[in-house]
């Protein structure tokens, strides 16, 4: 399990809805479905000044956006928020750093999908819309719209038609097919 601790001088009036759940500064503990296997755990000890969220290392990078999205909102709302994450580490960045659930986060993320898209150029792709699937072909190229998010602006595909450039809210699928 990976461990996180925020610590808080006081505790602002707050409502966060995550996964169909409520979190507010009542809250006392919760247990949250992450999928049908895993469940974010949050106990909130208000007469000690701290929350503790504990959750599987086993979750996709959509669920620890998620987990780290819960992070920041909570110790938003928290005066002097102290968000240990030493016990939640996710990997290392390009430079050898560590980095955590919290600290270093966006960094890492953008780092892993960078060369996750690098690895699938040449490749066979789909991309999407949403959930709808707009193409399919060869990923020639790809134009990010924010690096922190890494949002994709544009997608240059070679498709049985030739090559074709898509603009919307995107997402690159590999197929696993090679030609």
Request: hydrophobic share 40%; net charge negative.
């Amino acid at each position: 399990m990976l461990y996180v601790t925020i610590s808080y001088k006081q505790m602002n009036p707050m409502e966060i809805s995550f996964e169909g759940s409520v979190v507010n500064h009542t809250t006392e503990q919760l247990k949250i479905k992450l999928d049908r296997n895993n469940d974010l755990n949050i106990v909130h000890h208000s007469n000690e000044k701290y929350w503790f969220l504990s959750f599987p290392p086993e979750l996709d990078l959509v669920e620890f956006d998620t987990i780290h999205r819960l992070i920041v909102e909570l110790s938003n709302h928290c005066d002097d928020a102290m968000v240990d994450d030493t016990r939640a580490f996710m990997g290392y960045l390009i430079d050898g750093g560590q980095a955590f659930i919290y600290n270093q986060y966006t960094e890492w993320r953008e780092f892993i999908l960078k060369a996750k898209y690098r690895s699938m150029e040449g490749q066979k792709v789909e991309i999407f819309s949403g959930s709808e699937k707009l193409a399919d072909g060869i990923l020639v190229d790809y134009e990010l719209r924010d690096h922190q998010s890494f949002q994709i602006k544009s997608i240059t595909l070679l498709t049985q038609f030739g090559e074709r450039v898509f603009a919307h809210e995107l997402s690159i699928a590999a197929t696993g097919e090679f030609f």
